[in-house]
């Protein structure tokens, strides 16, 4: 490879139509599935990220694999997928993950607490008792 994936300007290599130099479909064949593939990892951003960069990081995951593939072929296209991941761990991932870690106990604690409130009230309302609560 001659060029570096990382430190690449965005070069767009399609037209307005859609098209590349030479004709063909930019997000033809492995590079479509690799653009729906990419949609799957914005859903791991933020909403707001999402609604207001989304569209715009696709656009440029699209230009840039496009200019890979045709200027480093294969081994570059599997190298910028490394780096997608690699961006992926590093930031959006973790943070969902925190997030979900987060609200798990406590919805868990809060969801345990109210089922025993209900289970305390029901079990002295059938047993007879008179509660603490009074």
Not at 33 to 50: D, F, G, I, K
Request: charged share 15%; aromatic share 10%; net charge positive.
């Amino acid at each position: 490879m001659s060029r570096s994936i990382v430190s690449r300007t965005i070069v767009s290599p399609t037209s307005a139509s859609g098209t590349s130099a030479s004709g063909t479909s930019a997000a033809s064949g492995t590079s479509a599935a690799s653009v729906r593939m990419y949609a799957a990892v914005l859903r791991c951003y933020p909403p707001e990220l999402q609604h207001r960069y989304g569209p715009e990081m696709s656009d440029v995951f699209a230009a840039q694999l496009a200019d890979i593939r045709t200027h480093e072929g294969l081994a570059g296209v599997l190298l910028f997928w490394l780096l997608v991941v690699a961006e992926l761990l590093r930031g959006p991932l973790p943070l969902r993950l925190l997030r979900t870690l987060i609200s798990i106990p406590v919805l868990s604690v809060l969801s345990s607490s109210l089922l025993f409130f209900i289970f305390y009230r029901v079990f002295y309302y059938v047993s007879g008792l008179t509660d603490a609560c009074h």
